[in-house]
């Protein structure tokens, strides 16, 4: 019997192999409802997927665009299951002449040396201001309807509440993408569409990138992370196919990771929850990654697994059923008492924080930048007291040692 697999990406190619020219494309299955027809408030999703097709982009029919929460007409966008996806299914297919990046560099130009890629900001604000004549048209039609949570682009009030938050902790530059990056390095222009650009290419691209419909993937790392790609500078293939690690259950989110996929190289060494918060403006859902230094570095996992059925072998994802935690060191480095008291100061600093500042910033704080400060607190204050109890008593220990001197 032919697989549902083979019916819609050919039979005949490998997962990762093949170019955009080959069999996998060619018996594309349009989907069975007619997905251009968004929902109310959502006519622009009808823009990009219908601009998507037009250049030879690829969705499988069982994936679905939609809010992540159909109730909340402010929640991003998300790529959902609509039927089961099976094991190394093609989920989607992006033509790499459809990536936007810096536009009629020539060779040898030396680009401005900066974190935010200005060249690229610069042609996506071009782009955006073309709109429906632009070659990106239902694209960027799309991204100036979304909107953006960073840091740097909240209102001081909010800034400077964050900023008692982390104090000494990470992240490094916490709001200063738009005053720094964008200003003093790209030069770049005191504009809010614009900045809203820039900061779009920061929470959207893959560093100097922006790639349609693949930006429209979500994070979460663990268990859920159920995605694999082709590698974003791999110029051999004339598109990046997207394709399902394992077999993704009906509703189950498509989610890709934004610090420990294949082309996360460094990121997977330094990069955690601060850090996402920064660059991306939400607190990430369990599991979470904490890097304080070279030492205390530490993952807080849920109970979730991946369970494999006796019977057809199929690995599936089994959500956590309860609220439990799990902490996991990573590394060898030993822990001393320094790295306990470290911990236990800035523990009782934030709860002192909560008391003395967040009741009161409800009057002066935007109800959306104080939820995600809220929500990062609690994840902080959470994670220091999951590492505090993980770490022995030394001055039992010490004690201990006296005595056996003694």
Same mark, same amino acid.
């Given at each position: 019997?032919?697989? @549902?697999?083979?019916?819609?990406?050919? /039979?005949?190619?490998?997962?990762?192999?093949?170019?955009?020219?080959?069999?996998?494309?060619?018996?594309?299955?349009? !989907?069975?409802?007619?997905?251009?027809?968004?929902?109310?408030?959502? %006519?622009?999703?009808?823009?990009?997927?219908?601009?998507?097709? #037009?250049?030879? /982009?690829?969705?499988?029919?069982?994936?679905? &665009?939609?809010?992540?929460?159909?109730?909340? @007409?402010?929640?991003?966008?998300?790529?959902?299951?609509?039927?089961?996806?099976?094991?190394?299914?093609?989920?989607?297919?992006?033509?790499?002449?459809?990536?936007?990046?810096? *536009?009629?560099?020539?060779?040898?130009?030396?680009?401005?040396?900066?974190?935010? !890629?200005? *060249?690229?900001?610069?042609? $996506?604000?071009?782009?955006?201001? #073309?709109?429906?004549?632009?070659?990106?048209?239902?694209?960027?039609?799309?991204?100036?309807?979304?909107?953006?949570?960073?840091?740097?682009?909240?209102?001081?009030?909010? #800034? *400077?509440? &964050?900023?008692?938050?982390?104090?000494? $902790? @990470? @992240?490094?530059?916490?709001?200063?993408?738009?005053?720094?990056?964008?200003?003093?390095?790209?030069?770049? %222009?005191?504009?809010?569409?614009?900045?809203?650009?820039? $900061?779009?290419?920061?929470?959207?691209?893959?560093?100097?990138? =922006?790639?349609? =419909?693949?930006?429209?993937?979500?994070?979460?790392?663990?268990?859920?992370?159920?995605?694999?790609?082709?590698?974003?500078?791999?110029?051999?293939?004339?598109?990046?196919?997207?394709?399902?690690?394992?077999?993704? =259950?009906?509703g189950e989110q498509i989610f890709t990771s934004y610090n420990m996929c294949d082309d996360c190289?460094?990121?997977?060494?330094?990069?955690?929850?601060?850090?996402?918060?920064?660059?991306?403006?939400?607190?990430?859902?369990?599991?979470?990654?904490?890097?304080?230094?070279?030492? $205390?570095?530490?993952?807080?996992?849920?109970?979730?697994?991946?369970?494999? *059925?006796?019977?057809?072998?199929?690995?599936?994802?089994?959500?956590?059923?309860?609220?439990?935690?799990?902490?996991?060191? &990573?590394?060898?480095?030993?822990? /001393?008492?320094?790295? #306990?008291?470290?911990?236990?100061?800035?523990?009782?600093?934030?709860?002192?924080?909560?008391?003395?500042?967040?009741?009161?910033?409800?009057?002066?704080?935007?109800?959306?930048?104080?939820?995600?400060?809220?929500?990062?607190?609690?994840?902080?204050?959470?994670?220091?007291?999951?590492?505090?109890?993980?770490?022995?008593?030394? %001055?039992?220990?010490?004690? /201990?040692?006296?005595?056996?001197?003694?």
């Amino acid at each position: 019997m032919t697989s @549902p697999l083979a019916i819609l990406a050919g /039979g005949g190619s490998s997962p990762k192999g093949g170019s955009g020219s080959g069999a996998s494309f060619n018996t594309y299955i349009p !989907p069975k409802n007619d997905r251009t027809q968004p929902n109310a408030g959502d %006519e622009y999703t009808k823009d990009l997927l219908k601009w998507f097709l #037009k250049v030879d /982009g690829r969705l499988n029919r069982k994936i679905d &665009l939609r809010r992540t929460d159909p109730s909340d @007409p402010t929640s991003p966008f998300g790529l959902f299951a609509m039927e089961d996806v099976y094991g190394k299914e093609l989920i989607m297919s992006v033509p790499r002449k459809t990536f936007l990046t810096a *536009e009629n560099i020539e060779e040898g130009t030396e680009l401005i040396e900066s974190a935010l !890629p200005c *060249e690229t900001a610069f042609h $996506l604000i071009e782009e955006m201001e #073309k709109g429906n004549s632009s070659e990106f048209s239902g694209y960027v039609q799309f991204l100036k309807h979304q909107t953006t949570t960073l840091p740097s682009a909240w209102s001081d009030t909010g #800034k *400077e509440l &964050l900023h008692k938050v982390i104090e000494e $902790l @990470p @992240p490094d530059d916490a709001t200063t993408w738009i005053e720094h990056e964008w200003y003093e390095e790209c030069k770049g %222009e005191k504009d809010v569409d614009k900045e809203n650009a820039a $900061l779009m290419l920061i929470s959207r691209g893959w560093d100097y990138v =922006m790639i349609p =419909m693949l930006d429209v993937m979500n994070h979460r790392n663990g268990n859920y992370y159920n995605t694999y790609s082709d590698k974003i500078n791999d110029n051999s293939k004339d598109v990046l196919q997207v394709r399902a690690q394992r077999r993704i =259950m009906v509703g189950e989110q498509i989610f890709t990771s934004y610090n420990m996929c294949d082309d996360c190289d460094a990121r997977k060494q330094n990069y955690g929850t601060p850090e996402i918060l920064r660059d991306y403006g939400f607190v990430e859902d369990y599991p979470q990654r904490w890097i304080f230094d070279d030492i $205390l570095q530490f993952e807080i996992q849920d109970t979730s697994e991946i369970w494999e *059925e006796d019977e057809t072998k199929i690995h599936r994802l089994k959500e956590a059923t309860t609220d439990d935690l799990e902490l996991v060191w &990573l590394g060898n480095e030993e822990k /001393g008492p320094e790295d #306990k008291e470290f911990l236990e100061v800035e523990l009782e600093r934030l709860m002192n924080l909560k008391q003395a500042e967040f009741e009161q910033a409800k009057l002066s704080v935007p109800k959306m930048e104080l939820d995600i400060i809220v929500q990062y607190h609690d994840a902080l204050t959470n994670a220091l007291s999951m590492a505090i109890d993980s770490l022995p008593n030394f %001055e039992d220990e010490s004690s /201990g040692e006296v005595q056996e001197e003694l």
